[in-house]
């Protein structure tokens, strides 16, 4: 196989999204090639064991690479602005694997409080079965993390956006912190996508995404990938997923690959359709709440001015009437979906406290900022007027 690289690096991101990453069989084909093949073949016994050491470059089984695969880990790596990438199955074994290949028996590791419902079940509940102690702080509050640290102190995590309430935490601040207390700081940066937010540039030693959502973001496949430096990624990912087996689909790694070719237009489609909305539904006398980070009343404005170079494609509303409120609101759309995913070309909302959030308890939620009346709107590809009049239709009931 061959690769072949434009020769000027200063390319665009819409461009290398397209080009970066290629690797040609022969047959020079112009799309990316699909291998689905579980193994590799040697030309003699002697080939295979090279193979094996590393003395000799090549694939060797699908759980460790695979050539669509690696196209993807280099198009997203480029894209990112990282040294290194590797793809996991999902989102949530991206963010499995970069917490746990840092953390052993002992260490401690801090977190904004705010997150996806399994994010924080990782932090909270999975780490501490392994004697990891864990301590959930107030994004927002750098004096919070700050007096979290302890000696034993390793990483610090955190959503910016959070899921679902769009709180956004100054991340080169928390950088700063973590560095000084010599942790490896940790950023899931889905709400944002890799169009608006560049966490690395920003001081992250590692960025996780859940390609599920806008990379795909035509509701297709699961994916997850795990971006940071070489040494990152040799030192604390790469043999942990090599031996314990989260591995992307070629496939879905092919379907990917193309999605990125797509994703700046859908993700800056999608974000003038959600400011849009946003505007237009603010101030609804049925809505106790908006939240959206493109908004000058976003609670963090000034530091999404800093660290942002969009909004999202999330919007957080608080119905009023609660639980029953929101319900009725959500029932009585006609265009817009219920599900539980975002990111994708059709719109879709959820209700947290009942789906993503449900396993939390009143008080947790509370904690979370997940109200009995928030909902979670993610705007897809259709036409704002439409989405608009489908929103406000909804809204009468409440």
């Given at each position: 196989m061959s690769e072949r690289s434009p020769r000027n690096?200063?390319?665009?991101?819409?461009?290398?999204?397209?080009?970066?990453?290629?690797?040609?069989?022969?047959f020079g084909e112009t799309s990316e090639a699909l291998f689905l093949t579980q193994g590799h073949?040697?030309?003699?016994?002697?080939?295979?064991?090279?193979?094996?050491?590393?003395?000799?470059?090549?694939?060797?089984?699908?759980?460790?690479?695979?050539?669509?695969?690696?196209?993807?880990?280099?198009?997203?790596?480029?894209?990112?602005?990282?040294?290194?990438?590797?793809?996991?199955?999902?989102?949530?074994?991206?963010?499995?694997?970069a917490?746990?290949?840092?953390?052993?028996?002992?260490?401690?590791?801090?977190?904004?409080?705010?997150?996806?419902?399994s994010c924080r079940y990782v932090v909270a509940e999975l780490l501490p079965r392994f004697g990891v102690a864990a301590t959930l702080v107030d994004g927002t509050d750098?004096?919070?993390?700050?007096?979290?640290?302890?000696?034993?102190?390793?990483?610090?995590?955190l959503e910016s956006p959070a899921n679902p309430t769009l709180e956004v935490i100054d991340i080169e601040a928390v950088a700063g912190i973590a560095r000084r207390a010599g942790a490896k700081f940790v950023v899931d940066n889905v709400f944002s996508?890799?169009?608006?937010?560049?966490?690395?540039?920003?001081?992250?030693?590692?960025?996780?995404?859940?390609?599920?959502?806008?990379?795909?973001?035509?509701?297709?496949?699961?994916?997850?990938?795990?971006?940071a430096s070489e040494e990152f990624i040799q030192t604390h990912v790469h043999t942990l997923l090599r031996q314990t087996g989260p591995s992307m689909s070629p496939f879905n790694a092919w379907v990917l690959l193309k999605s990125l070719e797509t994703l700046p237009l859908r993700v800056e489609r999608q974000t003038l359709t959600a400011a849009a909305v946003a505007d237009a539904l603010a101030g609804h006398s049925k809505i106790r709440r908006l939240i959206y980070p493109g908004r000058?009343?976003?609670?963090?404005?000034?530091?999404?001015?800093?660290?942002?170079?969009?909004?999202?494609?999330?919007?957080?509303?608080?119905?009023?009437?609660?639980?029953?409120?929101?319900?009725?609101?959500?029932?009585?759309?006609?265009?817009?979906?219920?599900?539980?995913?975002?990111?994708?070309a059709k719109s879709l909302i959820?209700?947290?406290?009942?789906?993503?959030?449900?396993?939390?308890?009143?008080?947790?939620?509370?904690?979370?900022?997940?109200?009995?009346?928030?909902?979670?709107l993610s705007i897809g590809l259709e036409h704002e007027d439409d989405l608009i009049d489908d929103l406000l239709q909804a809204l009468e009931p409440v």
């Amino acid at each position: 196989m061959s690769e072949r690289s434009p020769r000027n690096r200063s390319l665009h991101a819409q461009t290398r999204l397209v080009h970066d990453g290629t690797l040609r069989s022969d047959f020079g084909e112009t799309s990316e090639a699909l291998f689905l093949t579980q193994g590799h073949v040697y030309e003699s016994a002697e080939d295979c064991e090279a193979r094996f050491t590393g003395e000799s470059p090549g694939f060797l089984y699908a759980r460790f690479s695979n050539p669509t695969v690696t196209m993807f880990e280099q198009r997203m790596a480029s894209f990112e602005g990282a040294e290194a990438a590797r793809a996991t199955a999902t989102g949530m074994a991206a963010v499995t694997a970069a917490l746990m290949g840092l953390l052993q028996a002992g260490d401690h590791i801090v977190a904004a409080r705010a997150l996806f419902g399994s994010c924080r079940y990782v932090v909270a509940e999975l780490l501490p079965r392994f004697g990891v102690a864990a301590t959930l702080v107030d994004g927002t509050d750098l004096d919070a993390w700050r007096n979290a640290v302890r000696p034993e102190t390793k990483v610090f995590f955190l959503e910016s956006p959070a899921n679902p309430t769009l709180e956004v935490i100054d991340i080169e601040a928390v950088a700063g912190i973590a560095r000084r207390a010599g942790a490896k700081f940790v950023v899931d940066n889905v709400f944002s996508s890799p169009i608006w937010q560049k966490p690395l540039r920003l001081g992250a030693d590692c960025v996780v995404y859940s390609a599920t959502k806008h990379i795909d973001g035509q509701g297709r496949c699961l994916g997850g990938v795990i971006l940071a430096s070489e040494e990152f990624i040799q030192t604390h990912v790469h043999t942990l997923l090599r031996q314990t087996g989260p591995s992307m689909s070629p496939f879905n790694a092919w379907v990917l690959l193309k999605s990125l070719e797509t994703l700046p237009l859908r993700v800056e489609r999608q974000t003038l359709t959600a400011a849009a909305v946003a505007d237009a539904l603010a101030g609804h006398s049925k809505i106790r709440r908006l939240i959206y980070p493109g908004r000058a009343d976003h609670p963090q404005a000034d530091i999404i001015a800093r660290q942002m170079t969009g909004g999202s494609t999330l919007i957080a509303l608080e119905i009023e009437g609660g639980k029953a409120g929101a319900f009725r609101f959500l029932n009585a759309l006609e265009l817009i979906r219920i599900s539980n995913n975002l990111g994708d070309a059709k719109s879709l909302i959820t209700h947290p406290a009942t789906t993503t959030h449900q396993r939390f308890t009143p008080e947790e939620r509370a904690e979370m900022g997940v109200s009995e009346g928030l909902v979670r709107l993610s705007i897809g590809l259709e036409h704002e007027d439409d989405l608009i009049d489908d929103l406000l239709q909804a809204l009468e009931p409440v």
